[in-house]
């Protein structure tokens, strides 16, 4: 159940101070084996953001209707935001267009297999500290499902991408659409992009556009394939994993 949002710790500037001394440590988002005290190589950002979303505004991703999120950031000066203010001008703005904000304690929440429930700042967000790559101290926010694997001087971001649209289907369908499933329009809005696109791509017949076919084949949700969609992906020889082009 969603429960109500807590107030995000502030951030004045990227990398600076925030309200809320206390800090995660490093190993909530790292893994791998330690590499002594090499402090954490970031990139300073915005800060914290309130992730929104609407009824309306869907997409597909790995062979599923996922919600797409548009962020509140909370950064002062952007969209009526004012210092100390959580992004509430940001998402009011939003609010009025027809978004919802995910409160930052909506569950569930699981991210690389371990429940987000009692997370420190934000059931969605990670803050990290570190340094720039200048030397100096600076802060990072990334959403749970996205944490830093360092290897000394080089650092890859490690994704949990099915574990994050597990997280926005619920909020999507708890806050968005009354706890049911997409509508016939909602599924329309959300496959119709990607049909398009494959049927504009079929046209170029080059092997780039055979590749970008594939891929989004792939994440058109399979019973949304249509049998223009079909006769396409037998045409360009394309294969996806339990489909067959006999059909």
């Known amino acids: 159940m969603a429960t109500r949002a807590q107030q995000l710790p502030a951030d004045n500037s990227a990398g600076a101070t925030l309200i ?3 800090v995660p440590s490093l190993a909530r988002g790292s893994s791998g084996p330690s590499l002594g005290s090499v402090p954490l190589l970031l990139r300073p950002g915005r800060g914290p953001w309130t ?3 609407s009824a309306a505004k869907l997409g597909c991703r790995d062979g599923r209707i996922v919600p797409l999120v548009v962020p509140a950031w909370h950064t002062p000066g952007i969209s009526a935001n004012v210092a100390g203010d959580g992004g509430q001008g940001y998402i009011a703005q939003l609010t009025r267009a027809g ?25 969605y967000l990670e803050r990290l500290e570190g340094h720039d790559i200048e030397g100096r101290g600076c802060v ?3 959403d749970a499902w996205t ?28 806050l968005c659409n009354g706890g049911k499933s997409p509508s016939k329009l909602q599924q329309r809005i959300a496959t119709q992009p990607v049909i398009s696109r494959i049927e504009s791509e079929a046209n170029r017949a080059t092997e780039r556009s055979r590749l970008l076919i594939q891929q989004l084949a792939g994440h058109l949700p399979r019973e949304h394939y249509t049998d223009s969609v079909r006769q396409i992906l037998r045409r360009q020889d394309v294969e996806i994993a339990g489909l ?4």
Request: proline residues 8%; glycine residues 6%; negative net charge.
């Open 20 to 22: 809320n001394p206390s």
């Open 140 to 142: 990072q926010w990334v």
């Open 99 to 123: 978004f919802a904000p995910i409160p930052h304690t909506f569950l569930p929440a699981v991210a690389f297999g371990a429940s987000r429930a009692g997370a420190e700042h934000s059931t």
């Open 51 to 53: 992730m929104c979303i």
């Open 147 to 174: 944490r830093p694997l360092q290897l000394g001087h080089i650092v890859e971001m490690d994704r949990d991408a099915t574990g994050k649209d597990d997280f926005l289907v619920a909020a999507w369908t708890e």
């Open 244 to 247: 067959s082009n006999d059909k």
